[in-house]
């Protein structure tokens, strides 16, 4: 008997040591030169008409900010400050409502790219969270449009209380990840739609 719950008890730690992993990867088409992209890109948080929008971005801080004079390439690092992912009685068990992140973005204005990496510095106990986010030109039409290509990786730790459950809360967290996409690219549009019109002239 003794043997038996030994045994089980050894299968319960190492189900509740496993770590789900959940990665999807998205593209979409801003029909949109890189340039003006990328300056939608810098705008998207700082804008306050978008914050109704971007709801679960709750605070942006510029830590660092340099230009490498040999390379030309921008370095920036902000702070993010957002609502933790997953359903609410996730949050009730963790016991924190806030997620703290890091956001490092690398601009090559020479060969027109920029690359964004957001990971998660809080909460990681229970979920690790990286988003890679990168702005080209389109090979079909380098001068006009622009090709995002975004690749998230969602890393659930269970615990004892959450091992059961595991499942459900990576495709929840999933779920408001995509949501969340969704409505970051509607407020790139709009602002790109801005800055089009303001470039042309005219007023929306």
């Known amino acids: 008997m003794r043997i038996v719950l030994r045994s089980e008890l050894l299968i319960f730690y190492l189900l509740a040591a496993i770590v789900m992993v959940k990665a999807y990867a998205q593209e979409h088409i801003y029909k949109h030169p890189w340039e003006r992209v990328t300056s939608a890109s810098w705008r998207k948080f700082a804008d306050p008409e978008n914050k109704r929008t971007l709801s679960h971005i709750l605070e942006v801080d510029t830590l660092n900010h340099k230009l490498d004079p040999l390379s030309g390439k921008l370095y920036t690092t902000r702070a993010l400050t957002i ?109 790109c739609k801005y800055l089009e019109a303001e470039s042309s002239g005219m007023a929306l």
């Not at 990971?119 to 986010?133: A, M, P, T, Y």
């Not at 730790?157 to 995509?178: D, G, I, T, W, Y």
Request: charged share 30%; proline share 6%.
């Open 83 to 191: 609502h933790a992912p997953g359903p609410w009685f996730v949050r009730k068990i963790i016991g924190q409502d806030i997620c703290h992140c890091v956001e490092s973005t690398v601009v090559d204005a020479q060969s027109k790219s920029m690359q964004l990496t957001t990971r998660n510095v809080s909460l990681q106990k229970f979920i690790e969270v990286e988003e890679k986010i990168r702005y080209d030109p389109h090979p079909d039409n380098p001068t006009g449009w622009t090709i995002c290509r975004q690749e998230t990786s969602i890393r659930i730790k269970p615990l004892s209380a959450l091992a059961s459950m595991a499942e459900k809360v990576e495709q929840r967290c999933a779920e408001r990840f995509m949501q969340n996409s969704v409505k970051g690219r509607e407020v790139m549009e709009r602002i």
